[in-house]
């Protein structure tokens, strides 16, 4: 359900509900007025572009995604992607690439795969936010020190050569950073502040620093972007070809994915901070919507700010209209005060990039799940992370997801157990059905847990350890939730070759699920509908009618009931010879 139907029915248009959320619009769209120029230019991008993006994806899934309390905008998230694309592809080759992510989603959403995103792992998350984290960070030294431009394609390249130039840092670049800095931790704890976020603190500060003195050698938007157009930016189709297009996917679908992936925590977050739900499905397709038109409008890629998200709740957001507020905001300082922004150092935007690598980051919890977790999970996080610095993104959640995936695995095998059925393990249904034992040559197994693929060796060897075959082998179903292809193909397997063997085999309990499968793989044809039951005691009825009929098994009985005699006559107390 689209949020802004959804609020309308929870009455939060009402005229109540206006104070509050245009307060904490005009405060959201103040806080992501330093933070789109900052991830623009981090990116790549011009710092404009950073602004048109925040308006046209803060409206946008505001009005069409499944969360009311949904900020969206350029985040810290994407700067390594995007940085990397447009290095190598330009501004158009990321907008091309970013239209295509915002198709990529809104697919996502229209077929219903909102929920599957939540299913990678926390150490994965952790990992990868962790190494972008890491890589902002030390991607902003530049700016922060004002050291000359590095090269360099590798992080740990990029990483000597700035170590290398650190002792050339511009003093006066270096002093704006670290009060900026500074400003930025210290402002919302003093009296009176705390309501004024402190990058605007920081940007007002350092900008009428630099205005007033007019430092020499201190890197400005105004002297590395030309300033920002006072305007806003007209209707641009991009120039597509097949090529850019084939060229394009690979960088498109990393979009995507990471764009669903933090649009979703951060949905899930809100959900969490307010006591609402947001629909997963929906929020993609408004995440869709507002990737392709904004590229369409200079903008680019764009996600659910987590930060922004969660400013507008704490200070009284409670619907979509907080986020429609915090766009319109934007618009009025695009409008009224961009020549403003010519005085802007990128030193004091390199200061708000480090607070925001310190909170993607999550130092806390990273080194609390190092040393808490299970060590898969600790080794999964270390892989994530150490893959996302050094190597790339898309290789680091692919490698984190596929390694969580085979330790899910290995576990769920470990938990499937097959084995036989001891007399004493049945004596409570044997009660209830008025038997003592089993009848002669029948054996029980017990398969207990998912019948997948994993769990096939388990199932051969529980087999294989039986040195005699009994006449009849009854193979318990009961507490199997589910079985896949693997599965169907080794019990077909074992089932044909205990029939060589003459053994009989008779399935039992099947739920209607696996019931199902069976009948599909033509394995209740394989062993006869006859020798399928959904209850213990019809298996049992039909082997004891075999024991009697059977030679072999009617031997294995005598011989039974003789063992039995003796060892009575043995134990007997009323034996007058005290044998």
Not at 294 to 318: C, V
Not at 417 to 428: D, F, I, K, P
Request: glycine letters at 10%; one cysteine or more.
């Amino acid at each position: 359900m689209l949020a802004l139907v959804e609020a309308h029915r929870a009455g939060l248009f009402g005229r109540k509900h206006w104070l509050p959320n245009l307060v904490s619009g005009v405060i959201v769209g103040i806080v992501a007025l330093p933070l789109a120029m900052a991830f623009a230019i981090a990116s790549g991008a011009k710092p404009e572009q950073g602004l048109y993006t925040a308006i046209i994806a803060g409206f946008l899934v505001s009005a069409f995604g499944g969360s009311r309390l949904q900020i969206a905008g350029p985040t810290g998230a994407f700067i390594v992607i995007l940085s990397g694309i447009t290095a190598k592809y330009g501004i158009a080759g990321l907008q091309i690439a970013t239209l295509m992510a915002g198709v990529i989603l809104l697919l996502l959403g229209l077929a219903r795969l909102g929920t599957i995103i939540r299913f990678i792992p926390d150490p994965v998350i952790l990992g990868f936010t962790a190494g972008i984290g890491v890589i902002i960070w030390v991607g902003q030294w530049r700016d922060f020190f004002g050291l000359p431009a590095v090269s360099g394609e590798h992080f740990h390249e990029k990483l000597w050569q700035l170590l290398q130039a650190l002792p050339h840092l511009h003093p006066t670049t270096t002093a704006l950073a670290a009060l900026s800095l500074a400003l930025v931790i210290v402002a919302p704890k003093l009296p009176g502040m705390k309501r004024v976020p402190g990058p605007l603190v920081a940007l007002v500060v350092a900008s009428v620093l630099q205005a007033v003195f007019q430092f020499d050698g201190v890197r400005t938007i105004g002297s590395a972007f030309g300033g920002i157009p006072q305007g806003l930016p007209t209707l641009q189709l991009p120039q597509m070809s097949a090529s850019d297009v084939i060229a394009l996917i690979g960088p498109a679908f990393t979009i995507a994915m990471l764009g669903a992936i933090e649009s979703l925590l951060s949905a899930v977050v809100a959900d969490g901070m307010a006591g609402t739900r947001h629909n997963s499905n929906q929020e993609l397709i408004g995440q869709g919507i507002a990737n392709i038109v904004a590229p369409l409008f200079g903008g680019i890629a764009a996600t659910g700010a987590i930060a922004r998200t969660a400013t507008n709740i704490r200070n009284g957001g409670t619907s979509p209209l907080a986020g429609i507020v915090h766009a319109l905001t934007l618009v009025l300082i695009v409008l009224f005060l961009a020549p403003l922004a010519v005085n802007v150092p990128l030193a004091a935007l390199a200061a708000i990039l480090f607070i925001v690598a310190w909170n993607m980051s999550e130092v806390r919890h990273f080194v609390r799940m190092v040393k808490r977790a299970p060590r898969a999970d600790v080794a999964i996080l270390l892989v994530t992370f150490a893959l996302t610095v050094f190597a790339d993104l898309v290789v680091a959640v692919n490698i984190g997801v596929i390694l969580a995936t085979l330790h899910f695995l290995r576990r769920m095998a470990t938990s499937v157990e097959v084995r036989q059925a001891t007399e004493q393990e049945l004596s409570q249904e044997f009660a209830h059905l008025g038997l003592v034992r089993l009848p002669p040559g029948v054996l029980v197994y017990t398969v207990e847990g998912p019948f997948f693929f994993g769990a096939v060796e388990n199932f051969e060897r529980a087999l294989a350890g039986t040195h005699t075959d009994p006449r009849v082998l009854i193979i318990r179903l009961r507490w199997v939730p589910f079985i896949d292809i693997t599965g169907l193909q080794t019990l077909e397997e074992v089932i044909r070759d205990l029939h060589k063997r003459g053994v009989r085999v008779m399935l039992l309990g099947a739920n209607g699920r696996v019931q199902g499968k069976l009948e599909r793989a033509g394995i209740i044809e394989l062993i006869g509908a006859d020798n399928t039951f959904a209850a213990f005691g019809d298996a049992l009825a039909v082997c004891r009618e075999l024991a009697e009929h059977d030679p072999k098994m009617a031997h294995d009985r005598a011989v039974l009931l003789s063992e039995t005699a003796d060892s009575i006559v043995v134990t007997s107390p009323s034996d007058e010879n005290g044998r």
